[in-house]
Protein backbone atom coordinates (compact mmCIF):
# COMPACT_ATOMS: atom_id res chain seq x y z
CA UNK A 1 0.00 0.00 0.00
CA UNK A 2 1.70 3.11 -0.71
CA UNK A 3 1.40 5.42 1.90
CA UNK A 4 0.82 9.20 1.17
CA UNK A 5 3.38 12.18 2.39
CA UNK A 6 2.32 13.69 5.48
CA UNK A 7 0.68 17.44 4.13
CA UNK A 8 2.92 19.75 5.27
CA UNK A 9 2.10 23.03 7.30
CA UNK A 10 2.05 25.80 6.25
CA UNK A 11 4.86 27.38 7.84
CA UNK A 12 6.94 24.54 5.76
CA UNK A 13 4.87 24.77 2.93
CA UNK A 14 6.08 28.73 2.65
CA UNK A 15 9.70 27.74 2.45
CA UNK A 16 9.43 24.48 0.51
CA UNK A 17 7.07 25.08 -2.54
CA UNK A 18 9.15 23.16 -4.73
CA UNK A 19 9.97 26.36 -5.87
CA UNK A 20 12.03 27.84 -4.39
CA UNK A 21 15.53 27.29 -6.08
CA UNK A 22 16.51 28.76 -9.46
CA UNK A 23 16.45 25.43 -11.11
CA UNK A 24 19.23 26.88 -13.62
CA UNK A 25 22.08 27.13 -10.64
CA UNK A 26 20.47 26.10 -7.46
CA UNK A 27 20.66 29.40 -6.00
CA UNK A 28 18.83 29.54 -2.34
CA UNK A 29 16.70 32.89 -3.69
CA UNK A 30 15.32 32.58 -7.28
CA UNK A 31 17.54 35.36 -9.04
CA UNK A 32 16.28 38.53 -10.67
CA UNK A 33 15.65 37.90 -14.34
CA UNK A 34 15.78 41.36 -15.17
CA UNK A 35 15.03 40.58 -19.53
CA UNK A 36 12.36 41.40 -21.67
CA UNK A 37 13.00 38.94 -24.16
CA UNK A 38 14.70 35.48 -24.58
CA UNK A 39 17.66 33.90 -27.04
CA UNK A 40 15.41 31.02 -28.98
CA UNK A 41 17.61 27.92 -29.90
CA UNK A 42 16.10 27.96 -33.50
CA UNK A 43 12.86 28.59 -35.31
CA UNK A 44 11.73 24.88 -34.68
CA UNK A 45 13.09 24.97 -31.85
CA UNK A 46 11.17 27.45 -28.88
CA UNK A 47 13.08 28.00 -25.61
CA UNK A 48 10.68 27.71 -22.70
CA UNK A 49 10.18 31.36 -22.33
CA UNK A 50 10.22 33.80 -25.44
CA UNK A 51 8.86 37.48 -24.17
CA UNK A 52 8.81 38.37 -20.31
CA UNK A 53 5.15 39.47 -20.48
CA UNK A 54 4.23 35.94 -21.41
CA UNK A 55 6.34 34.20 -18.68
CA UNK A 56 9.64 35.08 -16.92
CA UNK A 57 11.64 32.88 -14.87
CA UNK A 58 11.25 35.04 -11.29
CA UNK A 59 7.45 34.96 -11.84
CA UNK A 60 7.22 31.56 -12.66
CA UNK A 61 8.57 30.34 -9.46
CA UNK A 62 6.65 32.77 -7.66
CA UNK A 63 3.78 32.07 -8.89
CA UNK A 64 4.48 27.94 -8.51
CA UNK A 65 4.72 28.85 -4.68
CA UNK A 66 1.77 30.67 -4.85
CA UNK A 67 -0.44 27.94 -6.60
CA UNK A 68 1.63 25.37 -3.98
CA UNK A 69 0.33 27.86 -0.89
CA UNK A 70 -3.11 28.21 -1.93
CA UNK A 71 -3.62 24.54 -3.47
CA UNK A 72 -4.26 25.53 -6.61
CA UNK A 73 -4.41 24.46 -10.38
CA UNK A 74 -2.72 27.63 -11.37
CA UNK A 75 -1.71 30.90 -9.59
CA UNK A 76 -1.11 34.53 -11.43
CA UNK A 77 0.73 37.35 -10.16
CA UNK A 78 -0.62 41.09 -11.33
CA UNK A 79 1.17 43.86 -10.89
CA UNK A 80 -1.30 45.04 -8.59
CA UNK A 81 -4.32 44.08 -6.49
CA UNK A 82 -7.29 45.80 -8.85
CA UNK A 83 -5.05 44.55 -11.55
CA UNK A 84 -5.57 40.82 -10.14
CA UNK A 85 -8.81 41.68 -9.75
CA UNK A 86 -9.87 42.92 -13.24
CA UNK A 87 -7.74 40.28 -14.79
CA UNK A 88 -10.24 37.58 -13.12
CA UNK A 89 -13.59 39.97 -14.09
CA UNK A 90 -12.41 39.84 -17.72
CA UNK A 91 -12.74 36.28 -18.06
CA UNK A 92 -16.23 36.46 -18.78
CA UNK A 93 -17.55 38.95 -21.23
CA UNK A 94 -20.77 41.16 -22.45
CA UNK A 95 -24.31 39.89 -20.86
CA UNK A 96 -22.55 38.14 -17.91
CA UNK A 97 -23.48 39.11 -14.58
CA UNK A 98 -22.40 38.54 -10.67
CA UNK A 99 -23.19 38.98 -7.62
CA UNK A 100 -20.86 41.19 -5.32
CA UNK A 101 -20.48 42.01 -1.97
CA UNK A 102 -22.37 45.35 -1.06
CA UNK A 103 -20.19 46.31 1.44
CA UNK A 104 -16.92 45.20 -1.55
CA UNK A 105 -13.61 47.50 -1.39
CA UNK A 106 -14.08 50.81 -3.05
CA UNK A 107 -11.62 50.13 -5.56
CA UNK A 108 -13.69 46.86 -6.74
CA UNK A 109 -17.00 48.81 -6.52
CA UNK A 110 -15.29 51.60 -8.83
CA UNK A 111 -13.74 48.84 -11.46
CA UNK A 112 -17.04 47.01 -11.62
CA UNK A 113 -19.34 50.26 -11.85
CA UNK A 114 -17.77 52.49 -14.04
CA UNK A 115 -15.09 50.14 -16.00
CA UNK A 116 -16.46 46.89 -16.53
CA UNK A 117 -20.39 47.67 -16.46
CA UNK A 118 -19.37 49.87 -19.77
CA UNK A 119 -18.48 46.72 -21.51
CA UNK A 120 -21.84 44.83 -20.49
CA UNK A 121 -21.05 43.18 -17.51
CA UNK A 122 -23.96 43.21 -15.39
CA UNK A 123 -23.58 43.51 -11.28
CA UNK A 124 -26.01 43.23 -8.15
CA UNK A 125 -24.67 44.20 -4.91
CA UNK A 126 -26.35 42.48 -2.11
CA UNK A 127 -25.51 41.48 1.53
CA UNK A 128 -23.90 38.57 1.41
CA UNK A 129 -23.83 37.78 4.39
CA UNK A 130 -27.80 36.93 4.08
CA UNK A 131 -28.06 33.35 2.02
CA UNK A 132 -31.58 34.63 1.06
CA UNK A 133 -30.37 37.80 -0.66
CA UNK A 134 -27.99 35.85 -2.30
CA UNK A 135 -30.39 33.37 -3.55
CA UNK A 136 -32.60 36.56 -4.89
CA UNK A 137 -29.84 37.91 -6.80
CA UNK A 138 -28.44 35.29 -8.58
CA UNK A 139 -30.05 35.29 -12.35
CA UNK A 140 -29.93 32.91 -15.50
CA UNK A 141 -26.69 34.90 -16.36
CA UNK A 142 -24.82 34.76 -13.05
CA UNK A 143 -21.52 33.74 -13.74
CA UNK A 144 -19.95 34.34 -9.98
CA UNK A 145 -20.50 35.80 -6.50
CA UNK A 146 -17.68 37.88 -5.46
CA UNK A 147 -17.05 37.93 -1.25
CA UNK A 148 -14.41 39.47 0.79
CA UNK A 149 -13.58 37.07 3.72
CA UNK A 150 -13.48 39.86 5.92
CA UNK A 151 -15.10 42.78 5.11
CA UNK A 152 -14.05 46.56 5.09
CA UNK A 153 -14.58 48.24 8.26
CA UNK A 154 -16.48 46.02 10.41
CA UNK A 155 -14.87 42.76 9.70
CA UNK A 156 -17.99 41.09 9.02
CA UNK A 157 -16.96 37.51 8.52
CA UNK A 158 -18.23 35.48 5.00
CA UNK A 159 -19.67 32.12 5.33
CA UNK A 160 -17.46 30.63 2.79
CA UNK A 161 -18.48 27.22 3.09
CA UNK A 162 -22.45 27.88 3.13
CA UNK A 163 -21.74 30.50 -0.05
CA UNK A 164 -19.45 27.46 -1.80
CA UNK A 165 -22.43 24.68 -1.36
CA UNK A 166 -24.99 27.48 -2.52
CA UNK A 167 -22.72 28.52 -5.91
CA UNK A 168 -22.32 24.95 -6.60
CA UNK A 169 -25.69 24.46 -6.60
CA UNK A 170 -26.85 26.95 -8.42
CA UNK A 171 -24.19 26.49 -11.36
CA UNK A 172 -22.12 29.59 -10.40
CA UNK A 173 -18.56 30.15 -9.43
CA UNK A 174 -17.81 31.46 -5.72
CA UNK A 175 -14.80 34.11 -5.91
CA UNK A 176 -12.87 35.00 -3.12
CA UNK A 177 -11.27 38.46 -2.11
CA UNK A 178 -9.10 37.08 0.96
CA UNK A 179 -6.51 39.84 1.26
CA UNK A 180 -7.59 40.48 5.15
CA UNK A 181 -6.89 37.01 6.14
CA UNK A 182 -4.27 35.59 3.84
CA UNK A 183 -3.61 32.09 3.22
CA UNK A 184 -2.26 32.12 6.53
CA UNK A 185 -5.23 31.95 7.84
CA UNK A 186 -7.51 30.62 5.87
CA UNK A 187 -7.72 29.17 2.60
CA UNK A 188 -10.63 29.78 0.38
CA UNK A 189 -9.97 27.01 -2.56
CA UNK A 190 -9.67 24.43 0.30
CA UNK A 191 -13.66 25.51 1.59
CA UNK A 192 -14.69 25.04 -1.87
CA UNK A 193 -13.58 28.44 -3.28
CA UNK A 194 -13.40 28.47 -7.35
CA UNK A 195 -10.62 31.24 -7.33
CA UNK A 196 -9.03 33.67 -4.21
CA UNK A 197 -7.58 36.68 -4.26
CA UNK A 198 -5.27 39.13 -2.77
CA UNK A 199 -3.67 42.51 -2.62
CA UNK A 200 -0.25 40.91 -2.30
CA UNK A 201 0.34 44.56 -1.27
CA UNK A 202 -1.36 43.32 1.97
CA UNK A 203 0.36 40.78 4.01
CA UNK A 204 1.75 38.40 1.30
CA UNK A 205 4.12 40.98 0.72
CA UNK A 206 4.00 42.53 3.82
CA UNK A 207 6.58 44.81 4.47
CA UNK A 208 4.81 48.19 2.43
CA UNK A 209 7.32 47.74 -0.11
CA UNK A 210 5.62 46.78 -2.94
CA UNK A 211 2.24 46.83 -5.03
CA UNK A 212 1.26 43.38 -6.40
CA UNK A 213 -2.07 41.04 -6.80
CA UNK A 214 -2.53 37.62 -7.38
CA UNK A 215 -5.48 35.06 -8.88
CA UNK A 216 -4.94 31.76 -7.52
CA UNK A 217 -7.81 29.16 -9.38
CA UNK A 218 -8.80 25.63 -8.35
CA UNK A 219 -9.25 23.63 -11.65
CA UNK A 220 -7.21 23.93 -15.26
CA UNK A 221 -9.51 25.49 -17.08
CA UNK A 222 -9.87 28.52 -15.20
CA UNK A 223 -6.47 28.52 -15.14
CA UNK A 224 -6.06 28.76 -18.73
CA UNK A 225 -8.43 31.37 -18.61
CA UNK A 226 -6.96 33.65 -16.59
CA UNK A 227 -3.54 32.87 -18.14
CA UNK A 228 -5.01 33.87 -21.56
CA UNK A 229 -6.32 37.24 -20.18
CA UNK A 230 -2.77 37.57 -18.30
CA UNK A 231 -1.02 37.38 -21.40
CA UNK A 232 -3.43 39.77 -23.30
CA UNK A 233 -4.18 42.74 -20.97
CA UNK A 234 -0.59 42.57 -19.62
CA UNK A 235 -1.21 43.79 -16.61
CA UNK A 236 2.11 41.50 -15.11
CA UNK A 237 4.19 41.70 -12.19
CA UNK A 238 7.69 42.68 -12.75
CA UNK A 239 10.52 40.51 -11.83
CA UNK A 240 12.25 42.31 -9.20
CA UNK A 241 8.67 42.83 -7.48
CA UNK A 242 8.24 39.08 -7.95
CA UNK A 243 11.41 38.38 -6.12
CA UNK A 244 10.33 41.02 -3.19
CA UNK A 245 7.08 39.10 -2.73
CA UNK A 246 8.35 35.55 -2.38
CA UNK A 247 10.68 36.73 0.23
CA UNK A 248 7.60 38.36 1.58
CA UNK A 249 5.96 34.86 1.83
CA UNK A 250 8.67 32.84 3.60
CA UNK A 251 7.69 34.70 6.53
CA UNK A 252 3.93 35.10 5.93
CA UNK A 253 2.47 32.36 8.64
CA UNK A 254 5.24 33.57 11.24
CA UNK A 255 4.54 37.37 11.23
CA UNK A 256 0.49 36.87 10.45
CA UNK A 257 0.18 34.71 13.26
CA UNK A 258 2.19 36.90 15.96
CA UNK A 259 0.01 39.85 14.18
CA UNK A 260 -2.93 38.51 14.68
CA UNK A 261 -1.74 37.45 18.91
CA UNK A 262 -0.88 41.10 19.10
CA UNK A 263 -4.57 42.68 17.33
CA UNK A 264 -6.39 40.33 19.97
CA UNK A 265 -4.74 41.95 23.35
CA UNK A 266 -5.48 45.46 21.81
CA UNK A 267 -8.83 44.62 20.90
CA UNK A 268 -8.83 43.17 24.38
CA UNK A 269 -7.70 46.79 25.80
CA UNK A 270 -9.28 48.78 23.69
CA UNK A 271 -12.82 47.01 24.74
CA UNK A 272 -12.11 48.23 28.39
CA UNK A 273 -11.05 51.83 27.91
CA UNK A 274 -13.37 54.60 28.54
CA UNK A 275 -12.52 56.44 25.81
CA UNK A 276 -13.67 53.43 23.02
CA UNK A 277 -17.12 53.41 22.42
CA UNK A 278 -16.76 50.18 20.45
CA UNK A 279 -14.59 47.69 19.00
CA UNK A 280 -15.03 45.37 15.89
CA UNK A 281 -12.65 42.37 15.37
CA UNK A 282 -13.90 39.29 14.75
CA UNK A 283 -11.54 37.52 17.60
CA UNK A 284 -13.75 39.06 20.45
CA UNK A 285 -16.28 36.43 21.45
CA UNK A 286 -18.86 39.03 21.20
CA UNK A 287 -17.80 40.32 17.69
CA UNK A 288 -20.86 38.50 15.27
CA UNK A 289 -18.59 36.87 13.23
CA UNK A 290 -16.58 35.15 16.26
CA UNK A 291 -17.47 31.68 15.22
CA UNK A 292 -17.92 31.62 11.71
CA UNK A 293 -14.23 33.08 11.67
CA UNK A 294 -12.84 30.28 14.13
CA UNK A 295 -14.12 27.74 11.51
CA UNK A 296 -12.62 29.68 8.49
CA UNK A 297 -8.88 29.43 10.34
CA UNK A 298 -8.81 33.18 12.01
CA UNK A 299 -9.62 36.45 12.86
CA UNK A 300 -6.61 38.43 11.19
CA UNK A 301 -4.67 41.48 12.47
CA UNK A 302 -7.17 44.46 11.59
CA UNK A 303 -9.68 46.06 13.58
CA UNK A 304 -12.22 48.67 14.02
CA UNK A 305 -13.05 51.02 17.25
CA UNK A 306 -14.82 53.50 17.61
CA UNK A 307 -13.89 56.50 19.92
CA UNK A 308 -16.74 58.18 22.16
CA UNK A 309 -16.33 61.50 20.68
CA UNK A 310 -15.40 62.37 17.29
CA UNK A 311 -13.34 65.38 18.20
CA UNK A 312 -10.85 63.25 19.85
CA UNK A 313 -9.44 61.36 16.44
CA UNK A 314 -7.44 64.16 14.89
CA UNK A 315 -5.79 64.96 18.57
CA UNK A 316 -5.32 61.25 19.25
CA UNK A 317 -3.69 60.46 15.79
CA UNK A 318 -1.28 63.52 16.44
CA UNK A 319 0.00 62.26 19.70
CA UNK A 320 0.36 58.70 18.08
CA UNK A 321 3.80 57.64 17.71
CA UNK A 322 3.99 53.89 16.35
CA UNK A 323 1.56 53.04 13.61
CA UNK A 324 2.03 55.20 10.77
CA UNK A 325 -1.39 57.01 9.18
CA UNK A 326 -2.76 56.45 6.07
CA UNK A 327 -3.93 53.59 3.48
CA UNK A 328 -3.43 50.48 3.67
CA UNK A 329 -2.70 47.36 5.94
CA UNK A 330 -1.15 43.99 6.50
CA UNK A 331 2.32 45.27 6.69
CA UNK A 332 5.19 44.84 9.35
CA UNK A 333 4.67 47.96 10.97
CA UNK A 334 1.28 49.33 12.42
CA UNK A 335 -0.61 51.58 10.11
CA UNK A 336 -3.94 53.47 11.28
CA UNK A 337 -6.80 54.58 8.89
CA UNK A 338 -9.56 56.44 9.05
CA UNK A 339 -12.53 55.16 7.14
CA UNK A 340 -14.46 57.83 6.55
CA UNK A 341 -11.58 59.64 5.04
CA UNK A 342 -9.67 56.72 3.41
CA UNK A 343 -11.07 53.80 2.65
CA UNK A 344 -14.75 55.11 2.26
CA UNK A 345 -14.03 58.63 1.22
CA UNK A 346 -15.93 58.25 -1.83
CA UNK A 347 -19.02 56.93 -0.68
CA UNK A 348 -21.76 59.75 -0.44
CA UNK A 349 -22.08 61.47 3.06
CA UNK A 350 -25.59 60.08 3.76
CA UNK A 351 -24.67 56.14 2.59
CA UNK A 352 -21.33 56.76 5.12
CA UNK A 353 -24.05 57.90 8.17
CA UNK A 354 -25.82 55.03 7.47
CA UNK A 355 -23.21 52.65 7.83
CA UNK A 356 -21.76 54.16 11.06
CA UNK A 357 -18.63 55.14 8.94
CA UNK A 358 -17.95 58.87 10.86
CA UNK A 359 -15.02 60.59 11.68
CA UNK A 360 -15.39 58.37 15.44
CA UNK A 361 -14.34 55.44 13.48
CA UNK A 362 -10.94 54.20 13.49
CA UNK A 363 -9.41 51.72 11.57
CA UNK A 364 -5.49 49.13 13.06
CA UNK A 365 -3.95 46.94 10.90
CA UNK A 366 -2.01 45.48 13.71
CA UNK A 367 1.40 45.47 13.18
CA UNK A 368 4.73 43.46 14.58
CA UNK A 369 5.58 45.98 17.17
CA UNK A 370 5.48 44.51 20.56
CA UNK A 371 2.22 44.55 22.40
CA UNK A 372 3.06 46.58 25.47
CA UNK A 373 4.51 49.34 23.18
CA UNK A 374 1.62 49.49 21.02
CA UNK A 375 -0.81 49.44 23.86
CA UNK A 376 1.07 51.90 25.60
CA UNK A 377 1.43 54.32 22.46
CA UNK A 378 -2.54 54.17 21.91
CA UNK A 379 -2.90 55.01 25.89
CA UNK A 380 -0.70 58.18 25.88
CA UNK A 381 -2.51 58.87 22.29
CA UNK A 382 -6.24 58.90 24.14
CA UNK A 383 -4.66 60.80 27.35
CA UNK A 384 -3.55 63.51 25.15
CA UNK A 385 -6.21 63.76 22.82
CA UNK A 386 -8.97 63.55 25.94
CA UNK A 387 -6.40 66.93 27.66
CA UNK A 388 -6.45 68.67 24.39
CA UNK A 389 -10.40 68.11 23.53
CA UNK A 390 -10.95 69.26 27.32
CA UNK A 391 -8.57 72.04 27.02
CA UNK A 392 -10.28 73.63 23.70
CA UNK A 393 -14.16 72.45 23.36
CA UNK A 394 -14.93 71.28 26.72
CA UNK A 395 -15.32 67.80 28.57
CA UNK A 396 -15.55 64.58 26.86
CA UNK A 397 -18.15 62.16 28.08
CA UNK A 398 -16.34 59.33 28.97
CA UNK A 399 -17.86 55.07 28.70
CA UNK A 400 -19.34 54.16 31.81
CA UNK A 401 -18.09 50.95 33.38
CA UNK A 402 -20.82 48.82 31.85
CA UNK A 403 -20.53 50.44 28.75
C1 LIG B 1 -9.71 43.98 0.18
C2 LIG B 1 -8.91 44.64 -0.89
N1 LIG B 1 -8.94 44.14 -2.14
C3 LIG B 1 -8.25 44.71 -3.14
C4 LIG B 1 -7.47 45.82 -2.93
C5 LIG B 1 -6.72 46.44 -4.09
O1 LIG B 1 -5.37 46.10 -4.03
P1 LIG B 1 -4.19 47.01 -4.61
O2 LIG B 1 -4.20 48.28 -3.82
O3 LIG B 1 -2.97 46.17 -4.41
O4 LIG B 1 -4.49 47.26 -6.04
C6 LIG B 1 -7.39 46.37 -1.66
C7 LIG B 1 -6.57 47.56 -1.42
O5 LIG B 1 -6.59 48.15 -0.35
C8 LIG B 1 -8.14 45.76 -0.61
O6 LIG B 1 -8.11 46.26 0.64
Redesign the pocket.
Given at each position: MSRQPQPWDLATLCLHTGHELDPATGAAAVPIYQTSTFHQPGLDEPGPYDYARSGNPTRAALEGALAALEGAAGAFAFA???AA?ASLFLTLGAGDHVVVTADC?G??YRLLTRVLARWGLAVTFTDTCDPEAVVAAIRPNTRAIWV?SLS?PFLQVADLPALAELARSRGVRLWV?N??LSPALCRPLALGADAVVH?A??YLGGHSDL???TVAVRDREAAAAVAFVQNAVGAVLGPQDCFLLMRGLKTLPLRVQRQQATALAVAQWLRDHPLVAAVYYPGLPDHPGYELARALGGFGAVLSFRLVDGRLTRPFLRALRLPLLGV?LGAVESIITVPAYHSHASLPPAERERRGIDDSLLRLSVGLEAPEDLIADLAQALAAAERAVSAGAGPVTRRGPSG
Open positions: SGMIYGTENDTFSTKVAGS
